[in-house]
């Protein structure tokens, strides 16, 4: 055979492989870009989260109503009364994928690791006085004082307190983990930098007692970075890839249209953010900040970022009804779309007409579409607005120094505990250090009873939008596809795959 | 000859020279912090700061340049900021779905341009002619990010004939591989054969005319053998010209064409190393491709030995 004939047999190969396209045993999942580390603890990123949950744990993990509940740790922890002190009871038998088993040592050595080196880990550090183990299968944390959120920030996926054997952990906090080892339901087989994270069954595993079941269905995960949305939609309406993540909503009509892929939509994912300078600048000043708030029309924002209100609800909140910390505290302030009230709280300020910086990135679209229309709403009161558009590698350097921006525009999607969303702390890069608002966040954090918990969000909402301590422009939802027949992935901003099973081949 | 050769040697090191200090200041001049982009959104600054001293990122420009000069003579590209793997490891995985995606483009491009090229000499001012001309202006009119996504659409999702992108999966197979890329390929090859197509008609043109040409007709030789084995022959080095450079850009310059087909090339990989501001990256991008264009003009150069006995360095 030539090889020009092999070269046509090859295409007839490849052809038949998109006619029949998934093995029965093997997820392809197309993610919108490289893992660039396998170690959690170090990185926020939700990419990193996706793929690195299936292969290293944490101790406790959120179930499908976001609830936390045990992964590693045989139960919930034994907290004393005063809240101090926190006692994690292990499960044992729980193997490394080297073989090795987990107990007490490593996962105080991985926790040390985790107060140094990981955001979340470090946010609380200051409050940890010390992690010992307490016996065999069973350490004991305790708190200088009390802080409730702690087990949401174990269970957390990103930025996350995963277990690794003592063994491999880095001696010092600048070190780097020279492989990962974990203890999750996949092993890491192969990595192909930009081209695919190969992940295998690891028969060693035991199933947790409280989370539910990793049924490790699938033989192989295959994760597949592919940064090119059409390129995501394509190769999920071919049978190419049995999940798709983070795909245009412009792409809905056409994959609910298809017998061969599903949409996915997570309703609602998150919501879009417009983050303020509170440390240097215009938006220090409350008149300044609130003629902002009553001048932006936030559902033609959302309309104009999302396109069509399928994707898209008008709400203040911080979060949505169906949430437990829904609560509807403070949204008078919101979607006021006042020009008028905006350009008399600019008179009051005694505004100057300095340039309102909006610091954004074409990266995602929708933020800069939601920009351009704050825009014209803000100039409409009065505001000279100047828009920084830039790539995001630049707005993620200039977001840290507070010369350059008034607003920028990110989001974020639903956290399960309301503590984690960094903006709400003074420490953050926004700054926003209101001491009455630092006082209910103090006894937010500080208090167990998850009703009277919820009582103090309310306040917390309540001065956000009374302080404008950040600026919420509403829900959207995200869109992901699945593989018709595909079954087993529940809709998550961090889907995972150890339940997935294709029910029956894409056509 | 040997003299002409050290000149040139020595002309692709300064070029390489140049090159090199030119991507180590640009990417510097920059915007945008590889230490942020590595740590996430919800990273605080002292985090990132502490990043940038372990990547070295925080010593002065001078010595991160004299350091980089150093271990580039040594051939030493640096490390990926991204990856941590050494940059030559990085390009080297690349150079593969790269070099081949622009040979089969090019022969795409060979095939379609130079029967349509030379026949539309030959008839020239015929309908044909004119709407090879007007085709092949057409051709190099649609970028080839919109005839990728049609082609992806309609030949890979509809129709099922290709993939639709990367590269294979864990144990494919060369062959595997190379099937990925005909797609891509077809899509570059179309692209690129309009310039081909010109040039090839235009040199043709001319030599068409020359008395030799009447004079082997006037001999009685057949019409193929003057346009094929005369005119063709002395057609040639134009053509050859332009095949080179076309060459030299498709190993480089595929961007577009990678990113659509989500190939792991050159073009695809620099376009991240910029968005990730993977300096070592991009740097040991810009040398390899630097030397690549030299290098592909020395070869273009010395092809012109053989086609035309004339020609003498």
Redesign the interface.
Known sequence: MTRFTRLLASVAASAFVIATPLAAETIDVAIIGEADTFDPMISTKDVVSIVTQHFVETLYTFDDSWSVVPLLAADMPAISEDGLTYVIALREGVSFHDGSGMDSADVAASLTRWLEVASRGKSVAEKVSSIEATGPYEITLTLNEAYAPLISLLAFSNSAAVVYPEEILPETSNGELEQVIGTGPYMLKAHEVDQYTQLVRFDGYTQPTGASARQQRPDEIRFIPVPDTNTRVEGLLSGQFAYADSLSTEAFDRIEASDIAQPVLLEPFGWPMFAINHKKGLMTDLKIRQAVQAALPFDDMLFAAFGNDKFFQTDGALYPEGWAWHTEAGTGAYNQNDQQKAAALLKEAGYDGTALRILTSRQYEFHYQMAEVARMALEMAGFTVEMDVVDWATLAQNRDNPDLWDIYITHSPFLPEPALISSLFASAREGWDNPEKNAILERFTSESDPDARRAIFAQLQQITLEDVGLIKVGNFNALQGKATGLEGVHPSPWPAFWNAHLARPAQ | MRRYLIKRLIGMIVVIFLVLSIAFVLVRL?????A??????????G??Q?LRV?LGLDRSIIVQYATFLGNALRGDLGTSL????PVTQ?LA?RAEPSIFLALMSLAVALLIAAPIGIWAAYRRGSLGDQMSVSTAMLAASVPSFLTG?IF??VL??DL????????G??GAGF??R???L?LPAITLGITNSALILRFTRASMLDILGEDYVRTARAKGMSEARVVLRHALKNAGIPIITVIGLTFALLVSGAVVTE????L?GMG??VV?AV???DYPVIQGTLIVVAALYVLVNLVTDLLYLVVDKRVKY
């Open positions: 920059a915007p945008g912090d590889p942020s982009l590595m740590l996430g959104p919800d990273a605080t600054p985090e990132v502490d372990r991204f990856f941590d793997q990085v995985a996504l992806q659409r890979a999702t099922g004939w290709f993939p639709v992108s990367g590269y999966g864990p062959w595997d190379m099937g990925y005909i990113r659509v087909f989500n792991p695809n990989l991240n968005l990730r501001r």
